[in-house]
């Protein structure tokens, strides 16, 4: 099993910059993918970013030139920085864990959730 804890959300002025973190632990062969999902009141989870194990990573249109996913190891970043109010909402990480060599079947895995909040 794998258990995500994230760190790092908060309130912070629009134009403000926060360091979101994501530590998988637990019993796994590998990781292959970890995301950051983010929830607005009143609306459904959405993807923000991804990165693979080998590094390759993605953003969404409405985040990128501010938001940088990275890696490390079995620890995924989201630092964002000229934040909006639109960016409000709970940030969720994901990842899509291998349990064990002998197999390819990858489970999937979801943190609690940090709360990040942008206003003045």
């Known amino acids: 099993q794998v258990q995500l804890a994230e760190s790092g959300g908060g309130l912070v002025q629009p134009g403000g910059s926060l360091r979101l973190s994501c530590a998988a632990s637990g019993r796994f062969f590998s990781i292959n993918v970890m995301q950051w999902y983010r929830q607005a009141p009143g609306k459904q989870r959405e993807l923000v970013a991804s990165v693979t194990s080998g590094g390759t990573t993605f953003a969404v249109d409405s985040v990128k030139g501010r938001f940088l996913i990275s890696r490390d190891s079995n620890t995924a970043y989201l630092q964002m920085n000229s934040l909006k109010p639109e960016d409000t909402g709970v940030y969720y990480c994901?990842?899509?864990?291998?349990?064990?060599?002998?197999?390819?079947?990858?489970?999937?895995?979801w943190g609690q959730g940090t709360q990040v909040t942008v206003s003045s």
């Open positions: 994901f990842a899509a864990a291998r349990l064990q060599e002998s197999t390819f079947l990858v489970h999937d895995y």
